[in-house]
Structure formats: structure tokens, C-alpha cells
């Protein structure tokens, strides 16, 4: 079971595809909250939400899931499903790849520091790369994810560099160690794509209900 199950703010488990599918598209997910670089382009991002380009996946979104277990593993996650949604508002919501619940050390409990806290991760396979740690895009899904779910400290945002093996079962190994950057909510990068990203995500929805109504007046 996912550490993120006792939130009990689950909307769809992405194991089960029917859920998914049957709120995906009525909340603002990391996906799409990723996307928002621009306050100017609201009507932009709403058109994409209506009228998705379908993609089925290629060999290194395969790869990507293939590696995912090995790399939450590294990291000491636990593997998550649950699509949950932020604690104020049910349409903006995430899937993290990972989660685990910090057991703090006796040290820590004499220095009064006596409450676990929730670790967020993000994995990522980066194909034939070598990577210093995530784009834009992917800072702003991890500023997302700490948004929607603030009883997390940290995040983990973990990457394994492949390239291309035959001796491999899965075709790919790992070019070096795996590698983790972690970030704080109060991260500057966090704290400034936050800062971007909610806003835009409220005018996103204001521009959306406004635009179902109108394809569906009753």
C-alpha cells in the first residue's frame, strides 16, 4: 500500500486505468501544471486540456518504467498509485512516483524534533544523457507535487543516466550511480515555479468551466 493511503484524499489509482480516466481529465494533474511557463497563456493550456494529443508511448517511456522500481528502491521509496488531491481543493491534484514516511533518530527526538515527516519522490530515466538535474519543466512538477501535498518536507527528485547494452535484459544500463537532488518547499527554485504555477493553474480552471459550460450549456 502507498505511504500517501493514509491521507485518505485518494482520488483514482493510476493501477487501476478505468479510475484514472474517470477523473484525469477534471483535475489539474503534475503534467499538465507542468506546462504552465507562461501567465499569458492560460487559453493555451486550456485548449490542450480539451483537446489532448493522444500518445501511447515509445520504447524510452518503456525503458522509463522499467527502471522505475530500481530506481525508487535507491532512494528508499515506496511505490505509489494513488492520484490524490490537494487538501483544499479536489481538482488539483497528483501521482507521485514514490513516498515514504522519515522515522526521525533518537537524536533527533532530544532535539525536540519528535514527528515523522513525509519524503515525496520523482524518478526519472534519462536515455544516452548526462544530466545535472531537472529541466524547468520537471522543477515545476516537483513544486506541483509539493503543492498538493503540504504535509510533505521533501522531495527527492532521483535520475538514472542509461545507455545502450545488449548484454542487458532490458537493453540499457546504467552509465553511473544513480543520482538525487533534494529539494525543500522553501527551495528557491520550488518556492519561485510555485509562485508561477498556482496561479495560472486557478486561471486555467476559472477559463475551463467556462468553456465546458458553454459545449454543455445543460
Known sequence: MSALAVLDRTLADSADR???LGVHDKVIGSSTAGKFAKPGSVETYVRQILEPRTFSGNESTRSGNDWEPALL??????????????PDNERFATTVD??????RLPSEFRAGKRDDFLV????????????????PYEVRQAAWHLFCLP??????????????????????????????????RDSPEIVAATNL???????????????????TPF
Do not use: C, M, Y
Open 151 to 184: 504535509e510533505a518536507v521533501e522531495l527527492d527528485w532521483a535520475w538514472g543516466e542509461v545507455v545502450r547494452d545488449d548484454h542487458s535484459p532490458v537493453g540499457w544500463r546504467l552509465r553511473r550511480p544513480i543520482q538525487i537532488i533534494t529539494f525543500r
Open 73 to 86: 528502491t535507491a532512494v528508499g521509496a515506496e511505490p505509489n498509485t494513488l492520484f490524490v488531491h490537494h
Open 18 to 20: 478505468e479510475s484514472w
Open 197 to 215: 504555477i498556482v496561479p495560472i493553474a486557478f486561471a486555467v480552471l476559472e477559463r475551463l468551466d467556462a468553456a465546458q459550460l458553454v459545449r
Open 120 to 135: 515525496i519522490t520523482e524518478v526519472k530515466t534519462k536515455h544516452n544523457k548526462v544530466v545535472t538535474g531537472p529541466t
Open 98 to 103: 514514490g513516498a515514504r514516511w522519515h522515522h
